[in-house]
T-cell receptor, first 114, second 111 residues
């Protein structure tokens, strides 16, 4: 148990669906992240929130829409996805969003887009 | 943009062997080089990290060696065990002081 909980663990959706991934951290951290992990690429940083403000958006397509309503919760809203978006989506948190801080990852949400 | 090149992509060793995983980075805003370990069905977790005012750091059976002039660092696992079978990721800070991860090494330790 890392203190970062992701739901759902598995999700299958069609290209026209709208779904959301949820992340909750119980560590009192100020920064939260979304990473994409696919088979043939390194861990890709998607979004970073610090104190509920988005501080990083790594050229992610607009079909992915993050939301951070408070410092403990992070969502990733998904709509009109493509099959190549199928991947493991990892949420992480840390005390601060820059510097040599440890990242605490959740177990991920495995997304399959049909 | 920071790139971190990790090798090999996969590695198989016998129990008791010493797998070595290598990483090379381009530039870094500051010296902090962590290794993360990921088991199937789990997220990555910090294994060991080095802040190179030293060239080597050891924690239990895991050792990081760092060569600043070559911009390389490596992970050695002494007396490897089947329970060490996992995917290992190195990382280095980019210009924005956030971590860029290597491509991962899938390690299998055979009994």
């Amino acid at each position: 148990e890392t203190g970062v909980t992701q739901t759902p663990r598995h999700l299958v959706m069609g290209m026209t669906n709208k779904k959301s991934l949820k992340c909750e951290q119980h560590l009192g951290h100020n920064a939260m992240y979304w990473y994409k992990q696919s088979a043939k690429k390194p861990l890709e940083l998607m979004f970073v929130y610090s104190l509920e403000e988005r501080v990083e958006n790594n050229s992610v397509p607009s079909r992915f829409s993050p939301e951070c309503p408070n410092s403990s919760h992070l969502f990733l809203h998904l709509h009109t996805l493509q099959p190549e978006d199928s991947a493991l989506y990892l949420c992480a948190s840390s005390q601060v969003h820059r510097g040599a801080g440890e990242l605490f990852f959740g177990e991920g949400s495995r997304l399959t887009v049909l | 943009q920071q790139q971190v090149k990790q090798s090999p992509q996969s590695l198989i060793v016998q129990k008791g062997g010493i797998p070595i995983i290598n990483c090379a980075y381009e530039n870094t805003a500051f010296d902090y080089f962590p290794w993360y370990q990921q088991f199937p069905g789990k997220g990555p977790a910090l294994l060991i990290a080095i802040r190179p005012d030293v060239s080597e750091k050891k924690e239990g059976r895991f050792t990081i060696s760092f060569n600043k002039s070559a911009k390389q660092f490596s992970l050695h696992i002494m007396d490897s065990q089947p329970g060490d079978s996992a995917t290992y990721f190195c990382a280095a800070p980019n210009a924005g002081n956030m971590l860029t991860f290597g491509g991962g090494t899938r390690l299998m330790v055979k009994p």
